[in-house]
């Protein structure tokens, strides 16, 4: 709770709560900022190491199937066979990968919504705009006086 200082307008007050606002907003998405920065560098990087593995499974099953291809005129029809079936595995196992690319890129989209939503959580809450001021009246007490003279005069006519 802020208190407005004594002679202190409705103004200059909503302006003194504009700054504590915004610099308890700025702390806030600095915490969330970091935290979510770094939930998403790691997954940036796992998603960078499974593209790679997926291209490279691509390349190699494409590959696979093109020598079976050759193996077939060169040595006839079977030394192929296992080529075809390495690069029949190959091409399952590329497309766990490329699943598993998929979940990886659903991951980090909902952690980007999330880190969006909270943004915007944290601003809507710390805008004082929107914050309801409150009007205390406050009487001053007997307790709180304090009598420095008492005199008596008069005058004569």
Same mark, same amino acid.
């Given at each position: 709770?802020?208190? &407005?200082?004594?002679?202190?307008?409705? @103004?200059?007050?909503?302006?003194?709560?504009?700054?504590?606002?915004?610099?308890? @907003?700025?702390?806030?998405?600095?915490?969330?900022?970091?935290?979510?920065?770094?939930?998403?560098? $790691?997954?940036?990087?796992?998603?960078?190491?499974?593209?790679?593995?997926?291209?490279?499974?691509?390349?190699?099953?494409?590959?696979?199937?093109?020598?079976?291809?050759?193996?077939?005129?060169?040595?006839?029809?079977?030394?192929?066979?296992? =080529?075809?079936?390495?690069?029949?595995?190959?091409?399952?196992?590329?497309? =766990?990968?490329?699943?598993?690319?998929?979940?990886?890129?659903?991951?980090? =989209?909902?952690?980007?919504?999330?880190?969006?939503?909270?943004?915007?959580?944290? $601003?809507?809450?710390?805008?004082?705009?929107?914050?309801?001021?409150? $009007?205390?009246?406050?009487?001053?007490?007997? $307790?709180?006086?304090?009598?420095?003279?008492? &005199?008596?005069?008069? =005058?004569?006519?």
């Amino acid at each position: 709770m802020l208190l &407005a200082q004594h002679g202190e307008d409705e @103004r200059a007050f909503r302006a003194r709560l504009a700054l504590q606002g915004r610099e308890a @907003r700025d702390a806030e998405l600095a915490e969330i900022s970091e935290s979510i920065g770094k939930k998403l560098a $790691t997954l940036d990087e796992r998603i960078r190491k499974k593209q790679n593995t997926v291209a490279a499974g691509e390349d190699q099953s494409r590959y696979g199937y093109a020598e079976a291809l050759v193996d077939v005129f060169a040595r006839g029809p079977g030394a192929a066979v296992k =080529r075809v079936g390495r690069a029949a595995t190959k091409a399952k196992s590329t497309a =766990r990968e490329k699943e598993d690319l998929e979940s990886l890129l659903q991951k980090r =989209r909902e952690l980007e919504t999330q880190w969006r939503a909270a943004i915007a959580e944290v $601003t809507a809450r710390t805008d004082p705009a929107t914050v309801p001021l409150e $009007t205390i009246v406050s009487k001053p007490k007997k $307790t709180g006086i304090t009598v420095h003279l008492v &005199a008596l005069a008069w =005058r004569a006519d």
